[in-house]
């Protein structure tokens, strides 16, 4: 599931290889010696019930921009109450998010003739793209030492 969910999110959002199946080593910009934490991710917005949120978390802004791998991919079945994810052991640093609500359960991102999502989308700390996804500097986010809450409304 993680190898079909790296390369979905890959071609969904022109962002990772298919390589994205194994985790990959913790950026430099995340502190080596710090003890792991955790990110909790919760979703809000979401109007349809069925399908997953797929989530892809990477920790550089080469990564993020498709020139690697995310370090973390998961998905969050849609279901009636809250819509929440946990990522544990990650190393304290810098990340953003890409998520899409696949609301078909086809494991992919619809696009329209044009290329364009017809699903709903989002990053990291709400952040808009500008004829595409939003730009690390708008996504990107600090986990901490102590662990980190990041809330992502679904659009």
């Known amino acids: 599931m993680t190898n079909r969910l790296s390369i979905l999110l890959a071609s969904a959002f022109l ?5 994205a199946a194994a985790p990959a080593a913790p950026a430099a910009t995340a502190v080596a010696t710090a003890p792991a934490t955790k990110l909790d991710i919760n979703f809000t917005g979401v109007e349809t019930r069925t399908g997953s949120i ?4 990477f920790d550089s802004e080469d990564a993020y921009n498709g020139k690697g791998a995310p ?8 279901k009636d109450g809250a819509l929440n994810a946990v990522i544990a052991g990650l190393a ?7 998520a899409f ?3 078909d359960g086809d494991g992919k991102m619809g696009i329209n003739p044009f290329g364009m999502p017809i699903e709903p989308f989002a990053f990291s700390n709400n952040a808009k793209g500008n004829r595409g996804p ?21 659009q």
Do not use: C, E, N
Not at 134 to 154: E, K, L, S
């Open 15 to 19: 962002a990772a290889s298919p390589a």
């Open 54 to 57: 797929m989530i892809a978390l």
């Open 71 to 78: 370090v973390r991919a998961t998905a969050v079945p849609v």
């Open 92 to 98: 304290p640093g810098r990340y953003a998010i890409k």
């Open 101 to 103: 609500h696949d609301v």
């Open 134 to 154: 939003a730009v690390w500097a708008d996504a990107a986010f600090t986990v901490a030492p102590g662990g980190t809450v990041q809330a992502i409304t679904i």
